[in-house]
């Protein structure tokens, strides 16, 4: 199947230097795709030609053609919500890592079914705002057989499976949290790992310590996982170090960094994400994503999609608030947000419209990407195709 869109005002191909900044974008372009790849990128005046082999012809009528979006950071598998923890902290109250275990109970009394049905439907809902690529965690399960339960349902929806069984320490480990390291690390990775391709650990006050995150990922290392982390959410603390040490693919939410965690990151192959919709929701203050950017980190941006810190799924929302809020250029977040969760997940198929990449696209209805951040909260996603297919 050949697929020709043409008449694209706009098209941003990431086929540059890192970050947005260089010359990723071609105006009246247009883009071959072929079995599910693109095969041609150009412009529309040099696809005149090619239209004639294509079994179809899209004219995406002057407007803007992006990467689909890349969300290297989610929690979909699940039970329940915590809207009413949402509107108490509207009210004031502090958000706390502790919430997460109202949400394990929930999770454990779930069918498999249940939550298959429900990570389907937020896949949908992703789908139909542009997102191509998502990266799912378990971490709601915290005994085996949830985890393993969690691992496997991710599994059949997506290959960026995380297993996060260090999230927190539940109930019924309080207090000995040294054993549940050891159930993590022994038992429920060898359960866990060979649905998973990632092993991540939440290094936090009220989760696990820089010494128990170091057991969990090089534990899950030595199973052949490769580590992400998340790490100062809500303060500082050594997860940063850990992270660059152990080589992680990219430490997330970095809401608050030291100048020594800026200078690991810059000199590091880390990737780091920020997680926009978190200080959203959880009122805390946003990370000053030019300072890290201009110190020469590779930013990426996701959604972190979960029923506690951050219940949205929205790309085009994470990005207009990284722009309004957080310094970033509406072409830095674009990149963040395609290329940027593509470098987060080491993948080099997608996030990027060049010959050989992922036919992965999204037709905005809109001139520009910039529309994404001058447009906040109106659905812009005209048409998304994954793998050359049309899916929205
Ligand atoms: O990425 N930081 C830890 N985990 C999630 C929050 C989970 C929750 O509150 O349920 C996060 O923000
Ligand atoms: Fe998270």
New binding site residues.
């Given amino acids: 199947m050949r697929t020709l869109i043409t008449n694209i005002g706009e098209l941003t191909t990431n086929d540059g230097p890192a970050g947005g900044r260089g010359a990723d974008v071609l105006h009246d372009a247009a883009v071959l795709i072929d079995d599910g790849l693109i095969a041609w990128v150009g412009s529309a005046d040099g696809a005149a030609a090619l239209g004639a082999s294509a079994d179809e012809v899209v004219d995406a009528g002057g407007r803007a053609v992006i990467p689909g979006f890349v969300d290297s ?1 989610s ?1 979909l598998v ?1 039970g329940g919500d ?1 809207a009413a923890e949402f509107e108490a902290r509207m009210a004031g109250q502090k ?1 706390a ?1 502790g ?2 275990r109202s ?1 394990v109970a929930a999770t454990r009394a779930a069918t498999d079914d249940e939550l298959r049905a429900r990570l389907r439907g937020f896949l949908d809902e992703m789908l139909a705002q542009g997102t191509t690529t998502v990266e799912i ?1 378990s ?2 399960g915290l005994d085996l057989e949830t985890e393993e339960r969690l691992v496997r349902l991710a599994a059949e929806v997506t290959p960026e499976v995380t297993f ?1 069984g260090a ?2 320490v539940p109930a019924e480990y309080a207090d000995r949290a040294d054993e549940y390291v050891d159930l993590v690390t022994g038992p429920m990775l060898d359960a866990c790992a060979p649905h998973s391709r990632w092993i991540d650990v ?1 290094c ?1 006050t009220g ?1 696990f310590t820089v010494a128990q995150s170091r057991r969990v990922l090089e534990a899950g290392i030595a199973r052949g996982l490769a580590p992400r982390v ?1 790490a100062s ?1 809500l303060g500082p603390g050594e997860g940063v170090q850990l992270a660059v040490e152990l080589g992680a693919a990219s430490i ?2 970095g809401t608050y960094l030291t100048d020594a965690d800026v200078a690991a990151l810059a000199a590091s192959d880390t990737v780091l994400t920020l ?1 926009p919709g ?1 200080e959203f929701s959880t009122r805390q203050p946003y990370p000053d994503a030019r300072r890290l950017i201009d110190a020469g980190i590779t930013v990426a941006l996701a959604c ?1 999609t ?5 219940f949205t799924s929205s790309m085009p929302f994470c990005i207009a608030v990284a722009v309004r809020d957080m310094g970033m250029t509406p072409a830095e977040a674009v990149w963040a947000a395609t290329a940027g969760g593509a470098r987060a997940l080491r993948r080099d198929d997608v996030g990027v419209i060049a010959p050989g990449y992922r036919a992965d696209l999204v037709l905005l209805t809109a001139p520009t990407r910039i529309h994404l951040a001058y447009r906040p909260g109106v659905p812009l996603v005209a048409r998304v195709w994954k793998d050359g297919v049309p899916v929205s």
Avoid: C, W
Wanted: charged residues 15%; without cysteine; hydrophobic residues 30%.
């Fill in positions: 950071h929690h699940f915590r958000y890592a919430g997460i949400t965690k971490g709601y996060l999230h927190v939440f936090e989760a998340h959410q997330d939410h997680l978190v972190d979960n029923p506690g810190s951050s």
